[in-house]
């Protein structure tokens, strides 16, 4: 199993549609989660932080759930800006350091 | 204004050269990494440095040789450069280092490297 799995996609919505994203996880120990924004020739940007009580930021909100092992992303009332693929990651301990370690993202197009 | 900045953003170079690669941040950052995105987009972890210090080393060629003159900067220098090197080399920096585990990444404008 990989250590962080994410649905490539593409994910084509309409603009105003709601969309979700799952990435799971290998390794259970691990200890901080993100989602990142890529858009196409550009770097990664952090998008929002991961927290166990779930965190919502406007129409973006993440949930972790460690029992399953996953962490989710919410967009809701998609705009044709959205349009980017999302990244997700996770940070698991290995020999005493913590390796942030990406998902391949999950490409997401949102039309008129 | 620039928190991550990257030089050269372009890199066309031939098989074997050797080439470097600079970093610098002002976010006053203690922790700073090299990725690299392949052309199938999967980004991966290749270094870290913590306050100069060399924390993290995923099973990179040696060819590769991070160094960071301060917590400020880190360079790369790739020798005798491959055909498959050739790929986006991304520079991070974050307030935490690896031992902490928590740390939100902020990254530079890449590097494009295409070796001939």
């Known amino acids: 199993r990989k250590e962080v799995e994410q649905d490539p996609g593409p994910f084509n919505v309409p603009e105003g549609a709601t969309v979700a994203f799952n990435c799971t996880y290998s390794?259970?120990?691990?200890?901080?989660f993100f989602w990142y924004r890529q858009d196409c020739r550009k770097e990664p940007k952090l998008l929002m932080s991961v927290y166990s009580s779930g965190n919502e930021d406007g129409r973006f909100t993440a949930q972790l759930n460690r029992a399953s092992q996953y962490i989710s992303l919410l967009i809701r009332d998609s705009k044709l800006s959205d349009s980017a693929t999302y990244l997700c990651?996770?940070?698991?301990?290995?020999?005493?350091?913590?390796?942030?370690?990406f998902g391949r993202g999950t490409s997401l197009i949102v039309h008129p | 204004d620039t928190a991550v900045s990257q030089t050269p953003k372009y890199l066309v170079t031939q098989m074997g050269n050797d080439k470097s690669i600079k970093c610098e941040q002002n976010?006053?950052?203690?922790?700073m990494y090299w990725y690299k995105q392949d052309s199938k987009k999967f980004l991966k972890i290749m270094f870290s440095?913590?306050?100069?210090?060399?924390?993290i080393n995923e099973t990179v060629p040696n060819r590769f040789s991070p160094k960071s003159p301060d917590k400020a900067h880190l360079n790369l220098h790739i020798n005798s450069l491959e055909l498959g090197d050739s790929a986006v080399y991304f520079c991070a920096s974050s307030h935490r280092g690896a031992r902490e585990g928590h740390y939100e990444q902020y990254f530079g404008p890449g590097t494009r490297l295409t070796v001939t």
């Open positions: 976010l006053g950052h203690d922790t």
């Open positions: 390794n259970s120990a691990s200890q901080s």
């Open positions: 440095y913590n306050n100069k210090e060399l924390i």
């Open positions: 990651v996770v940070i698991p301990p290995s020999g005493g350091s913590y390796i942030p370690t």
